[in-house]
Nanobody, 121 residues
Framework: QVLLVESGGGKVQAGGSLTLSCAASGPILSINDMTWYYQAPGKQRELVASISRGGSIHYEDSVKGRFTISRDNAKKAVYLQMNSLKPEDTAVYYC???????????????WGQGTQVTVSS
């Protein structure tokens, strides 16, 4: 069974920092894009940042210059360093990965369970 497990969420004051981690496990042959989404209360889930297997990166405009996405292919992990946090960053953060299982021909998108980030003013 392929699993994505996030960690690193919590509560922080505005201006503070948090680092989220997400590790994939299971019968994995390869991982393409790894992406962080967030979902604020009452809002739709939105993309925060994504990183390809080769290291190409995309950020949502509101986090540019504050958040940094990175990955460790050997560890099958993706990270999100979040600096200068704002109350509007408060959300559940989800990681996703496009994964090809060893017993599958196609890449499929898997989701983690989410981790809560709360930023107080």
């Amino acid at each position: 069974q392929v699993l994505l497990v996030e960690s690193g969420g919590g509560k922080v004051q505005a201006g503070g920092s948090l680092t989220l981690s997400c590790a994939a496990s299971g019968p994995i042959l390869s991982i393409n894009d790894m992406t962080w989404y967030y979902q604020a209360p009452g809002k739709q889930r939105e993309l925060v940042a994504s990183i390809s297997r080769g290291g190409s990166i995309h950020y949502e405009d509101s986090v540019k210059g504050r958040f940094t996405i990175s990955r460790d292919n050997a560890k099958k992990a993706v990270y999100l360093q979040m600096n200068s946090l704002k109350p509007e960053d408060t959300a559940v953060y989800y990681c996703t990965a496009e994964i090809r299982r060893i017993d599958d021909y196609y890449f499929r998108k898997y989701w983690g369970q989410g981790t809560q980030v709360t930023v107080s003013s």
